[in-house]
């Protein structure tokens, strides 16, 4: 494709993207909060509150110009920590979606070109990992391995992966037998020549789209995996865990649970909206 | 209240606009079109030429949202489009019926034969007091009605095929079903959908021969809208051709195939492959435009071989050849 | 009879999955890295006392044996014994099943209540207000966690409004009298306690609620998306030319088969709906299995985790089950043929 054809389509999805004001929202959020996380350390007003802190003369104060989102019950600033906390979710959506959506894909393609004995094993391995909830699965190999980040994130990308492998296996299975493909296959194209550049560019709309919407899910596990006290070990701030500790001290401190909850949501729903959007434009069915 | 009327069903300048995102749509353009008590017409033309919106209006199954209907359709006199929801309801689906095209989608999967022809012959014999359950009565005498009828299109064994799920009937007995459900209620008018297209030909040919002998016993009036001009030329006694949502000529069957004078129906009957003669069919070039971007004159103009520089700004009025033989084109007159 | 066999199939197929669960499970607890006995002991235990728990948990023989070993005791339904509780995990198990169950069941009757009714009424009014409002509450209830949604009732209807109580099942003075079932509910109806069965109801309210907020989202998009469908239909147009009742045609001509997918959505729902309780009974102190799972984790209990997350698998399963006999009662294809079309 020429490069001004291709300016010409990206003003197009653009266009319609656009069109939608909550696609839009979703954009400027998830970008605002990914720039704000990897810069914490200077925008955040008290970085230090980030580590070990203790100032006893400031602990359960609401809202307030110097403390937005008021200080927790060793004064820390909430506010700092829930942008920090943002690190933690952010970390986890970025590693287990790095590790199984490629891992999911190969696999996907795999088994639906190929067929055969791979093909069923490959699903019915999905089969059975579909059969348990991700959180439960977290939670037991987090549990047996130890209460410690890159581990549960291993666990999680190792259940992640087979709904890719299952979303690519569905559009192979249906692409396999078009004609462009078999157009390539008469002309003698390597398998992974088609594989990777026949068939995989049709799949890359919805991978695209599932992938936004699974960061929101994950940040969602990642906050719940927090508030349950795995994954993340104190004074590191983790969302989850902040909602936790805060519901210790409600109502009457309801700052420290509101707040880091609200952080949860503004993200999860961002990356919604986004996923949305690109639904929209990329006339993705999932 | 009794009218007195030339026509069973006289369509007059009916148009309709489809609301689109990138503006409105004229999918029909003042098509006129009438059928006489006990006629049997045909209505031809490609797909998407606007045949089956034209039905779906006499039948009102046109969405209500971003739709707009102009002009009239009067049936027996009266216009349908002035009637309310209740009064109208009282002539299609009983009086006026449709019978959709495709036999394999036009029964409910999950409900017997016997369940849906006792629904819609019982709803009808109930006429006017209606409420959401049918009693007994009307229930049991609506299903003696489906199994007559059931029988009267050859089925064998009727209460079995009651008891049925559509699954576990070919198409060729659905397509059955189908004209049963629509001769039950004792219509004057039937308008056929191209049935049987989904079909085999040996089944079409099968069903298309019934349904003219079932038609013609009883002195049913027949629209049949169909693509299939070998179809028209047998069953039919008049013939309208549709172009993009207007109606191009209309004659006698056998006049029209005789001598056709629209540059449209002309290739129409040149795409048939024909016995004798030599070479492929000549067809038309192209395929019906996109209705936001209609030609402004006549809307044959960006494909007609003959085009005349008027054409393509002035549409053409339809000029009377003889008796029965109408045609929109600069060309003629 | 195919219908039987249809549900024999999938029967078959459920028991495979369970199967394949067990050995991951196996995997997972004896091949990691990490002493499972050590875990549980703490860093403080002596040698000896770690290699004694080692003997008992069998983890000194080869792995072999030791695969052997948990599968004859896995069908015969024997996780071992809690290393915290020091009781059999099938009692434990047994001892919070009911407040699960019971959560669960309350959990998927507002699913059925609330969301299928909202998402039907949504497709028959589209593009109404009414219709742009159930949708926004759909796509906002499926976004946000559960426990989330448990921690914001608790704050309005448990703290400023004061409404309902925030924990637990029962307040400290009420008292069951006879446990039949162990679902409060149901014993007090049984009963005819009406003290017990307000008291169970106010308690199990939000909790219930909170949990079932994704799936009522899951139910209305589907419900309202799967009529959208069915009402293009050409079957539907037949129904309305021959002027059926509009009422008639939509709850009968369009819902049944509508149910179809949705009742689909509703097994795959108890997934996550299960991986939530997880978090909402911790929110609401809730004396079910999945707070026993998070305390048996957090505690390196194994028996009692292996116990918890088979007991998952089969509920999922059992739930999937349970759908695929109520599909094969709406759609005739599977009941007369054994598969759809």
Known sequence: ?286 | MTLTYKQLLEIKDLTVDFDRFGGKARVLNRVNLAVAKGEKVGVVGETGCGKSVTMKAVMNLLPTRRVTVGGSIFYKGRDLLTLDRFARRQITGKEVVMIFQDPMTSLNPVFTIGQQMEDIIGYNLAGAKRGLRLPKRLRQEAREQAARFLAAVKLADPERILNSYPFQLSGGMRQRVLIALALANQPDLIIADEPGTALDVTTQAQILELMDQLVQERGIALLMITHNLGVVRETTDRVYVMYAGTVVETAATDALFAEPLHPYTKGLLDSVPKLHGQGLSAGIEGSVPDYLQMNPGCRFYPRCPQALPKCEFEPPEPRSISENHMVSCHLIG | MQYILFLLRRAAHSILVLLGLSIIIFIISRVMPGDPARMALGPYATQEQVAALRQEMGLDLPLWTQYVRYMSNLVQGQFGKSLISERDVRLDLAHHLPATLELIMMTMFWVVVIGIPLGALSAVKKDTAFDNLTRGFSFTAVVIPGFLVGIGFQLLFGYWLDWFPITGRLSPGTVVTQKITGLYLIDALILRDWHLFFDALKHILLPSLALSMAGIGQVIRITRSSMLEIETQDHVQVVRSYGVPNLLVTFKYILKPAFIPTLNILGLLSASLLGNAFLVESVFSWPGVAKYGVNAMLQKDINGLVGVVLLIGLGFLLANLIVDMIIGLLDPRIRLKGEAE
């Open chain 1, 1 to 286: 494709m020429k490069f001004a054809d291709f300016r010409r389509k990206l003003a197009q999805y653009w266009y319609r993207f656009s069109q939608n004001k909550a696609s839009i929202a979703g954009l400027i959020i998830t970008v605002t909060i990914v720039l704000v996380t990897i810069l914490a350390p200077y925008v955040t007003p008290y970085p230090e509150h980030a580590g070990v802190f203790v100032d006893f003369r400031n602990t359960f104060k609401p809202p307030s110009s110097a403390n937005w989102f008021g200080t927790d019950q060793v004064g820390r600033d909430i506010f700092t920590r829930s942008i920090f906390g943002y690190r933690f979710s952010l970390i986890m959506a970025g590693t287990v979606l790095g590790i199984a959506v490629p891992l999911g894909v190969v696999l996907g393609l795999v088994s639906g070109y190929f067929g055969g004995w791979i093909e069923s094993l490959i699903m019915r391995l999905t089969d059975i990992v579909l059969a348990l909830p991700p959180l439960a699965m977290a939670i037991a190999v987090s549990a047996v391995l130890g209460s410690d980040l890159g581990n549960t994130m291993i666990a999680l990308a190792m259940i992640w992966w087979t709904w890719y492998a299952r979303l690519v296996h569905g559009m192979v299975v249906s692409l396999r037998n078009e004609e462009y493909v078999e157009a390539a296959q008469i002309m003698g194209a390597s398998k992974l020549h088609i594989m990777f550049r026949e068939i995989l560019p049709n799949c890359a709309p919805a991978i695209l789209v599932k992938t936004t919407l699974d960061a929101a899910f994950v940040i969602e596990l990642s906050a719940g995996l927090s508030f349950l006290g795995l994954g993340v070990r104190p004074p590191e701030p983790a969302l989850g865990t902040m909602v936790a500790e805060g519901a210790r001290y409600l109502p009457a401190n309801w700052w420290m649970t509101v707040f880091p909850a609200l952080a949860i949501l503004v993200l999860i729903f961002g990356l919604n909206w986004l996923a949305d959007g690109l639904r929209d434009v990329l006339d993705v069915d999932l």
